[in-house]
């Protein structure tokens, strides 16, 4: 879902063009790839989805998923065939209703041709019914469906989706969401978004889920498991919905006493980046054995281990702050990947400042005078980082420590006023880094370049400028920061 202005003359010749009979007699095959030079194949060319209408059933003892995808889409040329991501095994596809002809393709590509070319511009219905056990499916010799004891999860970055529907696997390409998924009684369904309802019959219950607000294809997320939900609503109002597996043992408590502050930490970060955008808030804890935690949309996925050693408000923190920074807010492209980790660092050390454990400055300190300049940290570019170094380290606390000289070159005012206009003005949408910086450009009337392309776009230490950081100081709250990317059981 691109947002789009119409202006009263577009609205005319829209009608100019409509009294023409509609042909695509050039039409051509879309793209297998959106165009993001770290993942070419990701993603698709030719058209632009707007909503997607997911019914499923799901069964745990086989993981077997089934149902129907309904993708809503507008062609952004002439097509004569599409792609879809996906990997599971399809029956049947409709386009506008018409069944059409279909091939599975390279790693993860599912090809439609309808039986007439589509024209530029037209909305499209496109409906595929499949089936299949998720985790026996693989690309590029991974998988990221992690099956559970009581059932599977779908979580991950950059690529989740292709396991459980088919899409436009980018997060260029936002859309709504519709999930409805049916289990057997005892198993739970959760998904992005609110609960609209529940309906039970026969031994099966079916969950249908609705995220309202444009969403990446990558924050979309499915739990299936026997799951404790909890509810609330923060002092600010964002209704909270948090899910903990039965199975979680003795990390149980720890992960509650982490994900049930979530309302209050929505408000709290409400105070740096703006009124919450969305609907609802919340995380799950399933019965995984990954490690990581992911800013899924409103829904955030938490693994167990985050937990093992306690609990750990900072990751909660981290994957809050995405929900401005990241959901609200989407990259453009995979190399932009700082506008997300950067910022949700920095949250993090916000939140230790604020619980007392070691100001921003100081972590900045730290990471600085921690990484002498021979250190292979500083060879990657949180700018740049490529795709191999997306989740590097370096990319979370040297983009952090970017955003801090990003503070300390404009001031404390145009500081905060960037972190918290730049997701009111780009809400829902998507931006790139040169975005960001002609934003805090303008808010600050400064120019940035060198500043960007020292901190950013240079693959060695920056000089210290004023600062003299002598003896490193290790700040209390360095550990639990640092365990959002990995974690160590004792
Ligand atoms: N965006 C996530 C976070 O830092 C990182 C996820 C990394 N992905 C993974 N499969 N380990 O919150
Ligand atoms: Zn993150």
């Known amino acids: ?287 995984t054995t990954t490690s990581y935690a992911l800013e899924t949309q409103t829904r955030v996925f938490y693994s167990p281990r985050q937990f093992a050693n306690g609990s750990n408000t900072s990751v909660v923190v981290h994957e809050l702050a995405h929900q401005w920074y990241g959901d609200s807010v989407s990259l453009k492209g995979w190399r932009d990947i700082w506008l997300n980790e950067g910022f949700a660092r920095y949250a993090q050390w916000l939140w230790s400042e604020h619980e007392g454990e070691g100001t921003a400055q100081e972590l900045a300190d730290y990471v600085y005078a921690s990484h002498p300049a021979d250190d292979p940290f500083w060879t990657v570019k949180p700018g740049d980082p490529g795709a191999e170094n997306q989740f590097d380290t370096a990319v979370y606390d040297r983009g952090a420590l970017a955003v801090q000289a990003l503070r300390n070159e404009i001031g404390d005012d145009a500081f905060f006023a960037v972190l918290k206009g730049w997701p009111r003005t780009y809400a829902y949408g998507s931006a790139d880094i040169a975005d960001f910086r002609a934003y805090a450009e303008q808010v600050s009337g400064k120019p940035l370049e060198a500043l960007f392309d020292t901190w950013l776009f240079r693959p060695s230490k920056p000089a210290s400028g004023a600062r003299t950081v002598a003896a490193p100081v290790r700040p209390k709250s360095w550990q639990k920061i640092a365990a959002t990317n990995s974690v160590h059981q004792n």
Request: charged share 20%; aromatic share 10%; net charge negative.
């Open 1 to 287: 879902m691109h947002r789009r202005i119409l202006v009263p003359g577009a609205l005319a010749a829209a009608s100019v063009l409509l009294a023409i009979p509609a042909s695509a007699a050039g039409a051509s095959p879309g793209a297998p790839g959106i165009g993001d030079p770290y993942y070419p194949a990701y993603g698709n060319g030719g058209y632009d989805v707007s909503h997607y209408d997911l019914r499923l059933t799901y069964q745990p003892a086989t993981d077997r998923l089934e149902g129907t995808a309904t993708v809503l889409a507008r062609t952004t040329q002439d097509l004569s065939s599409f792609d879809l991501d996906f990997l599971l095994d399809v029956s049947e596809v409709r386009v506008n209703g018409v069944t059409a002809s279909f091939a599975a393709s390279g790693e993860h590509e599912l090809v439609v041709t309808p039986k007439s070319p589509l024209v530029k511009g037209t909305p499209v219905t496109v409906v595929v019914r499949y089936a299949g056990v998720p985790s026996t499916k693989s690309a590029y010799g991974f998988s990221t469906w992690h099956r559970t004891p009581d059932g599977a999860v779908a979580a991950d970055e950059p690529e989740s989706a292709w396991w459980w529907f088919p899409s436009n696997d980018h997060p260029l390409d936002k859309a709504t969401y519709d999930v409805s998924v049916a289990v057997p009684d005892g198993t739970r369904a959760i998904s992005n978004g609110t609960l609209r309802s529940t309906t039970s019959r026969l031994g099966w219950t079916r969950y249908n889920w609705r995220q309202d607000k444009p969403q990446a294809t990558y924050l979309a997320t499915l739990a299936l498991g026997r799951f404790d939900i909890t509810t609330s609503t923060s002092e600010g109002g964002v209704p909270v919905v948090n899910a903990y597996s039965r199975d979680l043992g003795d990390d149980d408590g720890a992960a509650r006493a982490s994900v049930e502050r979530t309302g209050e930490i929505v408000d709290w970060l409400s105070g740096y980046f703006g009124p919450y955008p969305f609907g609802s808030a919340g995380g799950y804890v399933p019965n």
